[in-house]
C-alpha cells in the first residue's frame, strides 16, 4: 500500500500517516461562514483538502474515507448581513450555502460525506460547554461562557508554538471585564430579542465561533481523528481553540493527530484585499469565462503550503495545455490506476506541482491513458468539468507550419506583408501568437473561435 507522508503542523515536520483505523479514514476540515459569495482564496483551502480526500479515497478506498466540513451559518457577519439587508437569515444562509456548493461543484471539488451546519448542533455544543464548566475548564460569567486558559496552560499554544504570554503579548485580544484572564474565549454569549438565541443553562444566547468545530467534529468522527484542515490563518487563535475545547472535553481522545494547513492566496503578486482593488470572487471568474478546471489547475502548480500567486498568465497557459491535454485524451479510457511516479509525488505532502510535471511528460511521450488517469486522481480531465474545451478539436499544426513557412520566406525576400496577415488572423481568430528562433507556437485563449480561424486563415 503506497504510504502517504503529511507535513504535521503539530510536529513541525513530515510525517508517515498511519490513520487510527484504515476502514475509516477520518477527516475534518473548517468550512465557510455562510452570508457572502467564497472569494478566491476561500477556495484554495477547499481544493487543497480534496485533493486529500481523492488521495486517501485512491490509497483506502472510496467507502473508507469520511470527510467533514462543516457550514458556520451563525456569526456575528451573518447577523448584520440581514440587517442591512431586511432579509431573513435563514435565506441569506440557505443562498449562500448552495452558492458555496454550486462554486466549488465548479472547481471539481467532490462533496464532503457530511456538511453539518452550526445550527443543526446547538444542543451538542450546549452539552459539550456544560462539561467543560464540570471540568473546570470553562465558567459562566454575565451571560456568557468563557473558556478558562489557564485551565489548560500545558497545553494551550502548542499547536502555533506559542506560549500563553507570548500569546497575550502578541494578540489582539478582547478585554472583558466578566473575563479572568484576557486570553479566555467565549464558549457562549447572549442574544438580545432581535438576535438569533436558543434556550441555554445560561440563559438565551449563541455559540462563539470555536465550539461549533470541537462539538461537530465529535459527533461525527469522534474522541479521535486522523486529520483536521484549514487555512493557516486558523492556526491561531481558532484551531488553537477548538484543541482547547475538544481535547478538556474528552481527554481520553487526542482529538486530531495530524494537522494540516495550507498557505494563503495572492493575486499578480499582492495580497488581495477590497482596497487595492484586486478583490474578486470564484462566480466573478467563472462568469468571466475562465473555466473552473482552469482555476483548480493554477491552484494545484503550486504546493499547498508555499503562497499562491494568482495570474492572468498563469490562467493563460493552464487553458491552453489543459486543452491540449483534453485534445490528446479525448475518447480514451484512462488506465485502471494513475502511475506510480504519480501517485507517489501526490502521497509525498501532496506534491501537485510534481504530479503535473509528470502529466507533461506522460503527454509529450504520447501517453493519453496514463495522462487521463494522472488528472482524474487530482480531479482534472473529468468528463463533467470538460463542457468549456468541446466543440471542434482543431489541428493547429498546419496553421503553426504555414506560418513557419511564410516567416522563413519573408527573411529572404525581407516582405512581411503575408507573415503580418497571417499574424493578424491567427489574434483575430482568439489565438495568441508565438514566434520564436526555432518555430511557431499557436495557444488558444479563451476567444479561439474555430469558425473564424477557418474563414480568414
Ligand atoms: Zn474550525
Redesign the pocket.
Known amino acids: 500500500m503506497t504510504t502517504i507522508k503529511l507535513h504535521n503542523t503539530k510536529s513541525r515536520s513530515k510525517e508517515a500517516f498511519a490513520p487510527i483505523d484504515p476502514q475509516n479514514v477520518r477527516m475534518y476540515v473548517?468550512g465557510p461562514t455562510v452570508y457572502d459569495r467564497a472569494h478566491l482564496g476561500n477556495a484554495r483551502p477547499v481544493v487543497v483538502f480534496d485533493v486529500l480526500f481523492r488521495l486517501l479515497r485512491h490509497v483506502y478506498g472510496a467507502d473508507h474515507v469520511t470527510y467533514a466540513r462543516?457550514f458556520t451559518d451563525v456569526d456575528d457577519k451573518i447577523n448584520a448581513r440581514a440587517a442591512e439587508s431586511g432579509r431573513e437569515i435563514g435565506e441569506i444562509t440557505a443562498e449562500t450555502t448552495q452558492w458555496f456548493l454550486d462554486d466549488m461543484g465548479a472547481l471539481g471539488a467532490l462533496e464532503p460525506t457530511h456538511m453539518p451546519r452550526a445550527t443543526q448542533y446547538i444542543p451538542q455544543m450546549v452539552a459539550m460547554i456544560a462539561d467543560l464548566i464540570a471540568r473546570g475548564h470553562a465558567y459562566a460569567a454575565e451571560g456568557h461562557v468563557l473558556f478558562a486558559v489557564d485551565s489548560w496552560r500545558e497545553g494551550y499554544g502548542q499547536l502555533s508554538g506559542r506560549s500563553v504570554d507570548d500569546m497575550i503579548a502578541g494578540a489582539r485580544v478582547e478585554v472583558a471585564p466578566y473575563k479572568k484572564n484576557p486570553m479566555d474565549f467565549v464558549l457562549w454569549k447572549p442574544s438580545s430579542a432581535d438576535q438569533p438565541g436558543w434556550e441555554s443553562p445560561w440563559g438565551r444566547g449563541r455559540p462563539g465561533w470555536?465550539i461549533?468545530?470541537s462539538a461537530m467534529s465529535h459527533d461525527l468522527l469522534g474522541d479521535s481523528f486522523d486529520i483536521h484542515g484549514?487555512g493557516n490563518d486558523?492556526m491561531f487563535p481558532?484551531?488553537e481553540n477548538?484543541i482547547a475545547q475538544s481535547c478538556c472535553a474528552n481527554p481520553k481522545g487526542e482529538f486530531a493527530r495530524y494537522w494540516l494547513h495550507n498557505e494563503m492566496l495572492q493575486v499578480e503578486g499582492k495580497k488581495m484585499s477590497k482596497s487595492l482593488g484586486n478583490f474578486f470572487t470564484v462566480r466573478d471568474l467563472l462568469d468571466k469565462g475562465v473555466p473552473g478546471e482552469v482555476v483548480r489547475f493554477v491552484f494545484l502548480q503550486t504546493h499547498y503550503r508555499k503562497p499562491m500567486d494568482w495570474t492572468e498568465k498563469k490562467a493563460a497557459e493552464a487553458e491552453a495545455t489543459l486543452r491540449k491535454w483534453r485534445a490528446l485524451t479525448a475518447g480514451i479510457e484512462p488506465t485502471a490506476s494513475a502511475a506510480a511516479a504519480v501517485v507517489d509525488a501526490l502521497a509525498d505532502d501532496l506534491n501537485t506541482a510534481g504530479v503535473i510535471a509528470e502529466m507533461h511528460k506522460l503527454a509529450a511521450a504520447g501517453d493519453a491513458a496514463g495522462l487521463l488517469a494522472a488528472g482524474q486522481l487530482l480531479g482534472l480531465l473529468s468528463e463533467d468539468m470538460g463542457a468549456w474545451a468541446k466543440g471542434p478539436v482543431v489541428d493547429l499544426s498546419a496553421h503553426e507550419a504555414q506560418l513557419f513557412a511564410a516567416r522563413q520566406a519573408a527573411m529572404e525576400t525581407k516582405d512581411f506583408a503575408e507573415v503580418d496577415r497571417l499574424k493578424a488572423a491567427y489574434t483575430e481568430a482568439g489565438l495568441e501568437v508565438r514566434m520564436s528562433k526555432t518555430g511557431v507556437e499557436l495557444v488558444p485563449g479563451t476567444g479561439f473561435d474555430a469558425a473564424k480561424l477557418e474563414a480568414l486563415a
Request: glycine fraction near 10%; aromatic fraction near 0%.
Open positions: 473548517c462543516n470555536h461549533e468545530c484549514g486558523l481558532h484551531h477548538e
